[in-house]
């Protein structure tokens, strides 16, 4: 572990099963905790003993207590759960453990980042929320969860997925079996985010019943989506008519969440990306929310958050400059 600088110590008490969940296996969340503030964590038993200076000591404090926050909930704590919690600890801003808990099969789902609590609440109080960043921000998983969760209580009927599959021109015919069969390889993650929710058995059956239903873009045409959480994935590859399209087609007491990333457009004329213009367009527009991550906001391994950053660093300065007048 980490020595850091003489100082004063403070005790922390913790329950036992936060004190476990907050050690860590092998003491490798302690060791992270330790590293980030240059601190010395000891546990005496009933709680952890911090030494270091007073700012130190009152950022590590906050980390191990929203950590033991997290683990009463019933979070199992993981080293991307624990790093999140340190990068909001040492920015001095609030946990984000209890904020908009979702009850999924194997316990709740919490946001692990503050811009995902933000993203939680946006869901719960906007008929229509965007949510654009980067890959492994959460963003489709949280959708999916809260979707599953709201089919579970009753509050929907259906819940509904679509987005552009393959690419923009819905060019699926080539690909073998029903339309099932040629969409799910591209929704994996909605899939497997909700079988964490609602385990597959379940969501085989509610497919089979009619309240999950999942179809490309291109069959939403026509279509009134009442009494249904819809869910627009890898919306960056929607053209502005398909946004249009999909946008008007909510009906009575549904919700509509469009997740995507303008960076990633896959479209022959990325200019035509749907997503970037109906968040110009409508954003402050009453009933919709806007909702963005940022490199920070990365769950996955920590390297993927580097990624994020180096390749945003490349297109700032591969960005054409303004002309400036000769003064």
Excluded at 235 to 249: E, G, H, Y
């Amino acid at each position: 572990m980490a020595r850091g600088p003489r100082g004063d110590q403070e005790f922390v008490a913790l329950s036992d099963l936060a004190l476990r969940s907050v050690i860590g296996p092998n003491s490798r969340h302690i060791a992270l905790v330790e590293n980030a503030f240059d601190v010395l964590i000891e546990s005496p038993g009933g709680g952890v003993t911090i030494t270091g200076s007073a700012r130190e000591r009152a950022e590590a404090r906050r980390a191990v207590l929203a950590l033991g926050e997290r683990a009463e909930a019933g979070i199992i704590l993981t080293e991307t759960d624990v790093r999140a919690t340190l990068s909001l600890s040492a920015g001095g801003k609030p946990g984000a453990a209890n904020q908009g808990l979702i009850s999924g099969r194997r316990g709740p789902i919490a946001p692990k980042t503050e811009a995902q609590a933000a993203y939680l609440q946006m869901l719960e109080h906007c008929d229509l929320t965007f949510g654009v960043g980067p890959a492994g921000t959460g963003k489709t998983f949280l959708a999916a969860a809260y979707g599953a969760t709201l089919l579970l209580k009753g509050q929907v009927d259906r819940l509904v997925i679509t987005r552009p599959a393959v690419e923009a021109g819905e060019r699926l015919g080539f690909l073998p079996g029903d339309l099932n069969e040629k969409v799910d390889p591209y929704l994996a993650p909605i899939w497997e985010a909700l079988d964490q929710i609602i385990g597959a058995d379940a969501v085989r059956r509610r497919r089979d019943k009619g309240e999950i239903e999942v179809a490309p873009l291109a069959f939403m045409r026509g279509r009134t989506l009442a009494h249904a959480f819809v869910i627009v994935d890898e919306a960056q590859n929607t053209s502005r008519l398909q946004m249009k399209m999909v946008l008007t087609r909510l009906g009575e007491g549904a919700r509509m969440v469009v997740t995507g990333d303008p960076s990633q457009v896959d479209l022959l004329n990325p200019r035509d990306s749907g997503l970037s213009h109906a968040i110009r367009l409508l954003r402050g527009v009453e009933g919709v929310g806007v909702s963005t991550f940022t490199a920070e906001d990365v769950v996955r391994h920590p390297l993927v958050a580097r990624i994020v950053r180096a390749y945003d660093a490349d297109a700032e300065a591969r960005r054409p400059k303004p002309d400036l007048e000769d003064s």
